[in-house]
């Protein structure tokens, strides 16, 4: 059973935008709705690093590599994350996960951000 479907990666031009989905698809939404939810990306040979997080009353954390270029937000209606990412760099390039703060688990497939000419 899957538990995050994460979507709207690809090839983008630098400089370009993005916009990633997830939905929890498996969190009920009384366990959804407080948690502190983020987004995680693996660029090629290298850690899991944490990008943003949303708290539940929506404070927004990044870190300092994205800062001033993605947005993190969430619809609790949805059970879902977004994150608008401007000014892609090829650093930028990873699979990109969500997943909770809080004992992230059930790791889905993620979603490919390449930017590259």
């Known amino acids: 059973q899957v538990h995050f479907l994460e979507s709207g990666g690809g090839l983008v031009q630098p400089g370009g935008s993005l916009r990633l989905s997830c939905r929890a698809a498996?969190?009920?939404?009384?366990?959804?709705?407080?948690?502190?939810m983020a987004w995680y990306r693996q660029g090629p040979d290298k850690e899991r690093e944490l990008v943003a997080s949303?708290?539940?009353?929506?404070?927004?954390t990044y870190a300092d590599s994205v800062k001033g270029r993605f947005t993190i937000s969430r619809d609790n209606a949805r059970k879902s994350v977004y994150l608008q990412m401007n000014n892609l760099q090829p650093e930028d390039t990873a699979v990109y996960y969500c997943?909770?703060?809080?004992?992230?688990?059930?790791w889905g497939q993620g979603t490919p951000v390449t930017p590259s000419s």
């Open positions: 949303i708290s539940g009353g929506r404070s927004t």
């Open positions: 997943n909770t703060v809080v004992n992230p688990k059930h």
């Open positions: 498996r969190m009920i939404t009384s366990t959804f709705n407080p948690a502190t």
